[in-house]
């Protein structure tokens, strides 16, 4: 039954204090504990059968002269992806035609930048207006933003804005070393400053440890404001980047992963994100009972592959899910009139 008939008394305050030990308690414990726990913190906040669908475009590929060692865009890897310059408003719109008449709800145009520069500013705004207009939610994800950057942003309209902690602090310099969790903690904080929503999650298999796994989500749970989306992303090993060859995580260990992000953050969405198209059906099916209750949707990431849109229509039916019509509010609101009514 869904969550509406359930007691909700109970349900706890959003925490943003929580502790390390606390953390890798919960991914110590038996996995199927693990799974009704996340999935009972997940049915008091959303109809489990529904799934924020969201269509990623790459609007300018390649070329960037940040050093992520996962990353097929940066440029002094030699990965085969061509650097493009950022594509005409035109293209775009074409492109979130497409993505809103296969059903998604919310477009995230994507720049290979490390910062955008000022005078790009505007040509990006001209897209958020017109993906606006199409009525999708929108998204960006372009680097590092200054105040002023974001709250231009804002007034071209853009809805989310997506930026990363990746991982944990204490593993963070083994991945990137051209900027700091400093400066991703401060463009976090621009943009929530300028009242946009914010899309903050990370990467795992990356070869770091259970407890910076917890690393990782207890940075994202202890910011000021739980992110709004939580894209967990697996790893994409694409060769020529430094991680390509890292030993593949434990599939049962990123279903963890997602089911402690969900009990973290109870009323954001969890992305199962990047790595989709090596996950057998089965996975995803246990990362959706984890919590997991958005992904990305379209043949592809940014510049890698994702399950053709055939296959994950396929997956819903089998699974008896469906794309998510109701904003993130609405979702909100509907948990809230749930607690009013305990
Ligand atoms: N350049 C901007 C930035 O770094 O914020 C925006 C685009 S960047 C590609 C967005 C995110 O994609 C990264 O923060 C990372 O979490 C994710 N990502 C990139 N390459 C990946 C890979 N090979 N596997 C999984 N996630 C990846
Ligand atoms: C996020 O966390 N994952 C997406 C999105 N935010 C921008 C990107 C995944 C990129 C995977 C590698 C690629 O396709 O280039
Ligand atoms: Fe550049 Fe973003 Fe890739 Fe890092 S993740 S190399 S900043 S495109």
């Known amino acids: 039954m869904p969550a509406v008939s359930e007691p909700l008394s109970a349900a706890p305050a959003l925490r943003h204090d ?21 999935g009972s913190v997940h049915r008091r906040h959303f109809d489990p059968a529904e799934v924020q669908i969201s ?7 390649g070329g960037c002269p940040e050093d992520c060692a996962y990353c097929p865009q940066a440029q002094r890897y030699h ?7 950022l594509m005409s408003t ?17 477009f995230c145009m994507g720049a290979a930048w490390r910062s955008p ?4 500013i505007p040509k990006v705004a001209a897209m958020i207006r017109e993906v606006k207009a199409l009525g999708l939610e929108t998204c960006a994800t372009l680097g590092m933003l200054s105040d002023g950057q974001a709250q231009a942003l804002k007034a071209a309209g853009l809805d ?18 051209t900027r700091e969790y400093q400066d991703r903690l401060d463009t976090l904080a621009h943009v929530r400053d300028a009242g946009m929503k914010t899309c903050c999650g990370g990467i795992v298999g990356m070869g770091e440890s259970r407890a910076q796994r917890a690393g990782l989500l207890q940075a994202l749970a202890n910011l000021p404001a739980h992110p709004d989306s939580v894209p967990i992303n697996r790893l994409v090993q694409v060769e020529g980047t430094p991680l390509a060859g890292t030993a593949e995580l434990d599939p049962f260990e990123f279903v963890r992963t997602i089911a402690v992000a969900r009990i973290l953050m109870p009323q954001s969405m969890v992305r199962l994100s990047a790595g989709r198209e090596t996950m057998s059906d089965e996975l995803q099916a246990l990362c959706f009972a984890a919590g997991a209750n958005s992904i990305f949707y379209g043949e592809k990431l940014l510049t ?10 396929a997956l819903f039916a089998r699974l008896g899910l469906r794309p998510m019509q109701i904003v993130e509010e609405a979702a909100t609101v509907h948990a809230d009139i749930v607690e009013a009514a305990a």
Do not use: C
């Open 55 to 61: 269509t990623l475009l790459s609007v300018k590929t």
């Open 79 to 85: 990965t085969g992806v061509d650097a493009t310059k």
């Open 18 to 38: 929580w502790s390390r030990a606390d953390i890798e308690a919960l991914f110590a414990l038996p996995f199927t504990e693990l799974l009704h726990r996340a």
């Open 304 to 313: 890698t592959g994702n399950p053709d849109a055939e296959r994950d229509m």
């Open 160 to 177: 989310y804005y997506n930026h990363n902690l990746d991982t944990a602090p204490e593993f963070y310099g083994e991945i990137i070393h």
């Open 90 to 106: 035109e293209a775009v719109l074409e492109k979130a035609k497409q993505a809103k008449a296969a059903g998604a709800s919310r």
């Open 117 to 120: 520069k000022d005078r790009d």
